[in-house]
């Protein structure tokens, strides 16, 4: 059987034109950018959004029943650099002493942030992912989220117990407040942590939007503890996710952890000998990934000895091993089209 030859040129429009995901009946492709604001125009508010309008959802007395951990939450637009680590102007990859010639890497990102209560002070710049959200079994968690961006966005939860007006997703005609919260406009989730709930969760923005406000950042970790389970001695979030042209408008896209591409701008994280180490994964992209880290390993659920996790969209984990070996080590994605860019330090003291 004969095939006709692909060229690097043919190859490179074929796979640039990929699909990347559909907004508001439209098809994205991977390799453009998009103006959110453009499809966003076009989407209807629903029926049930506009008979809510100003009001924000349940007061404090009306959220659940025994103990919150109470949370103010404001989605705002954030100047992001994905390869911030640079000498005299040169980025650089320290995984391989490299410089990264890969043109700009600031662009206009969406972001959750804390603030103290009734959106007083922010507690913290702007991160991605978001801040963490964490409640003990048996808590009531309820968050006040307040969208300062140009597009409808909400805040939709996994792993924990919720009622339907509660789903932070937009559903169309059928959407409840929570699933189209508008710019400018706010609105209280109340979350209940069960008993079964506790674990390694994460959340992101589920709105008429989805997934390109996520694709910009609108997406972060929460933990709901086991009250019979002692707290870690260290305890760090990764997230696995991209930073593509349509979200981002740059040339290029990035593989990412917490926001950050290539060894020396991910995250570095620290522990010492004998501490009790928490690792919380989670992956916020389209991509299956790997999670190995260099010099140690941990018990899997079902008891089995590992050091590579493999994981896919949406899902999320926790690694937990007392420190027992120092060194400086890597973290890394071990999808090796992922290696270089997906990639950190752990140093053990």
């Known amino acids: 059987m004969d095939f006709d030859p692909v060229d690097r040129r043919k190859f490179l429009s074929i796979s640039g034109g990929a699909l990347l995901c559909t907004i508001a009946g439209k098809d994205i492709a991977a390799d453009t950018p998009v103006n959110i604001q453009k499809p966003a125009s076009g989407v209807a508010v629903p029926p049930e959004v506009a008979a809510a309008r100003g009001n924000p959802g349940p007061t404090k007395a009306e959220a659940g029943v025994g103990s919150r951990e109470e949370y103010w939450i404001v989605a705002e637009p954030t100047v992001w650099n994905i390869i911030p680590n640079n000498k005299n102007g040169v980025k650089r990859d320290q995984m391989m002493n490299t410089r990264i010639r890969k043109g700009k890497t600031k662009f206009n990102a969406y972001a959750y942030r804390a603030y103290t209560p009734n959106f007083g002070q922010p507690l913290s710049s702007a991160?991605?992912?978001?801040?963490?959200?964490?409640?003990?079994?048996?808590?009531t968690m309820v968050v006040h989220f307040r969208n300062k961006c140009p597009v409808p966005l909400t805040m939709h939860p996994h792993g924990i117990f919720y009622a339907n007006e509660m789903d932070g997703a937009y559903k169309?005609?059928?959407?409840?407040?929570?699933?189209f919260v508008q710019p400018n406009s706010e609105f209280t989730y109340v979350w209940e942590c069960h008993e079964g709930t506790q674990g390694t969760w994460w959340y992101h923005d589920h709105g008429p939007m989805e997934p390109l406000p996520l694709y910009?950042?609108?997406f972060?970790?929460?933990?709901?503890?086991d009250p019979?389970?002692?707290?870690?001695?260290?305890?760090?979030?990764?997230?696995?996710?991209?930073?593509?042209?349509?979200a981002t408008?740059?040339?290029y896209g990035f593989n990412c952890v917490n926001g950050r591409s290539y060894t020396g701008n991910t995250p570095t994280f620290r522990a010492n000998l004998g501490d009790d180490v928490a690792m919380h994964v989670l992956g916020a992209d389209d991509n299956f990934h790997t999670f190995h880290l260099h010099g140690h390993r941990w018990r899997d659920g079902d008891g089995t000895n590992i050091d590579n996790k493999t994981f896919g969209?949406?899902?999320s984990f926790r690694i937990r091993f007392i420190e027992e070996n120092p060194g400086r080590w890597f973290y890394h994605c071990h999808v090796f089209s992922h290696l270089v860019e997906m990639s950190g330090w752990y140093i053990v003291e």
Not at 220 to 225: S, T, Y
């Open 313 to 315: 969209p949406g899902d």
């Open 220 to 225: 972060g970790a929460m933990i709901v503890r």
């Open 216 to 218: 910009k950042g609108l």
């Open 127 to 139: 991160t991605i992912p978001g801040p963490v959200l964490e409640a003990t079994v048996g808590d």
């Open 249 to 251: 408008s740059l040339k």
């Open 172 to 179: 169309g005609y059928y959407t409840d407040p929570g699933g």
């Open 228 to 246: 019979n389970e002692p707290l870690p001695d260290k305890e760090f979030i990764l997230a696995f996710h991209s930073f593509l042209p349509p």
